[in-house]
């Protein structure tokens, strides 16, 4: 008869501080056995005799549908760490026969007993967490929070609770079978990861618990609708009830979970307390040792990294086509094939960055600076890199930090990437965002402004611009065009008709800017345009 609880969890090595932190807190609340995932090659100086896990799981051991080379190779790190936790689950229920089964991400502190988890799943067989509860009630947490989760997801599966019931295997091999198959971020098919696939689960199958007590997942992105406090004896509680386990979605040595909290709960003391203890636990646990290592399937074994443009083309094939071996460099390999076709390797040219200079607005820096009581005199773009954006200064009233880095953590979940490192959010997105079609600031949709006016696509195919961005700012701002379908720079006039007013005599741009400076917080009206400029 089944009995008992195990917990799991799926990381690349440079989380392996943040999954030892889990399940060091996992194993002192309760008496769950405790299996990693680890979806990367593994460390020379790795020995589980020394780690707080149980099982140590490779995703060789997992996949077994099809060579797992090929399989790695047409997963990125984030996809191939989510896609192992359904056929990871199956196994659980098969090998380890539980009586219940718990997925917790690895960048989770567990500060109460899971059992807790058990009780509020009464008598149904699967249980999810909804990523909000509440509504949100600022523009600010509608753009960071709410439209985010249409995009990524209802629920967020950094947890998944399932019994081993019948409900609950069918729920299992129906899931494991998505992931093995179908587990990519391609947001074109409405697939994000593991995580869309289970905003199906409640339609498709009984006894599922949607489970909202306010002590389970707290994170960043619901920050603003929870009252965390840290009592007199050390504990947590979360709206008065025991804080169970909270998510450091994001967080990492430029405190991205940080800035993301600090837009949507800066005067909640309870979270800032928790992250210190967390950063703590983290250094003991060796981050600072491990954080910058590269995931090991990221390269061919000539050392050149993979593109993600391979790796779709190599998925896109049918499974007879695919070589069984696409990280060899051999002649009439994957990769020498590749290479002979102008893919990325060798004849697609290097991206383009953009130069953050032309993004860099000094005087709103310097106006930040001396508003919040600093020395403006020394306001430079190299101020705001070395210590302005971890302070919370923008480099543009145009760019938005918070909204940035909620789509980027989004991107980056599994690994340390230079957002997360050295770069400040503008130099990753002129670097890197830009690319991957993130959005700057809230309301701000480049791809909709250079096929809206019709001159902007002409100067950057004459290389004039590199994107309807860095138009928008150049010109477009001035002469007041719209930044995306959802706002009006006109209508948004003519709702408010002391705009004008306040723009003259100011240095103010546009009543865009207006309105990311003010009037988002006045809760101040603005027309979608309905997709005409």
């Known amino acids: 008869m089944s009995s008992g609880v195990v917990v799991y969890t799926s990381a690349a090595v440079n989380y392996l501080a943040k999954a030892r932190v889990l399940a060091d807190t996992v194993k002192s609340t309760s008496d769950a056995t405790f299996v990693l995932l680890l979806n990367d090659r593994l460390p020379l100086d790795f020995n589980i005799d020394d780690e707080p896990f149980d099982h140590v799981w490779h995703p060789s051991d997992l996949i077994t549908h099809e060579p797992i080379d090929g399989w790695m190779y047409r997963h990125n790190v984030m996809e191939q760490c989510t896609a192992v936790k359904g056929p990871a689950l199956e196994r659980i229920m098969d090998e380890l026969d539980p009586a219940l089964a718990i997925y917790l991400d690895p960048d989770v502190l567990v500060l109460h007993d899971l059992a807790l988890v058990d009780q509020l799943l009464g008598d149904d067989h699967i249980g999810l967490t909804p990523h909000i509860t509440k509504p949100e009630t600022s523009e600010t947490g509608i753009e960071m929070t709410e439209m985010s989760v249409l995009k ?183 990769y020498d094939k590749r290479s002979r076709q102008g893919s990325s390797q060798a004849e697609i040219p290097t991206l383009r960055t953009l130069d953050p200079e032309e993004f860099f607005d000094v005087e709103y820096y310097r106006f930040q600076l001396a508003d919040s009581g600093s020395d403006s005199g020394g306001a430079s773009l190299d101020h705001y890199r070395m210590y302005g954006w971890l302070q919370g200064f923008e480099p543009s009233p145009f760019f938005d930090s918070g909204h940035y880095l909620v789509q980027a953590e989004q991107l980056t979940m599994y690994r340390e990437s ?31 402004y250079e096929s809206a006016y019709l001159d902007v ?72 345009l309905g997709g005409t400029p």
């Open 152 to 334: 990524h997801g209802i629920y967020n599966l950094g947890f998944l609770a399932v019994r081993n019931t019948e409900l609950g295997l069918a729920f299992a091999r129906w899931w494991g079978e998505r992931l093995r198959h179908h587990c990519y971020i391609d947001f074109e098919k409405g697939v994000f990861t593991d995580q869309r696939w289970c905003d199906i689960a409640p339609a498709a199958f009984d006894g599922v618990r949607i489970l909202k007590h306010p002590g389970l997942n707290v994170a960043s992105w619901n920050a603003s609708g929870r009252d965390v406090r840290q009592g007199e004896d050390g504990t947590f509680t979360s709206d008065g009830e025991p804080l169970c386990f909270y998510h450091f979605s994001g967080v990492g040595p430029a405190g991205v979970h940080r800035m993301v909290r600090g837009r949507l709960a800066s005067d909640k003391v309870g979270f800032a307390q928790l992250e210190a203890l967390y950063e703590h636990m983290l250094d003991e646990r060796g981050q600072q040792q491990i954080a910058g290592v590269p995931f090991g399937y990221d390269h061919y074994v000539n050392g050149d990294t993979i593109k993600q443009d391979d790796r779709v083309a190599y998925r896109r094939l049918a499974a007879a086509d695919r070589d069984p071996h696409p990280f060899a460099t051999n002649a009439d390999s994957w």
């Open 418 to 448: 230079p957002i997360l490192g050295d770069f400040s959010p503008l130099d990753h997105y002129t670097s890197v965002g830009f690319h991957q079609g993130l959005s700057p600031a809230p309301y701000v949709d480049s791809s909709w």
């Open 457 to 528: 696509a002409v100067a950057i195919r004459d290389g004039g611009v590199s994107c309807g961005y860095e138009h928008y700012l150049k010109a477009g701002a001035a002469e007041r065009r719209n930044p995306g379908p959802d706002f009006s720079e006109a209508k948004y006039r003519e709702a408010n008709k002391d705009v004008a007013g306040a723009l003259e005599g100011s240095n103010l741009t546009n009543g865009f800017e207006h309105f990311l400076r003010f009037g988002r917080h006045e809760h101040r009206r603005y027309v979608p």
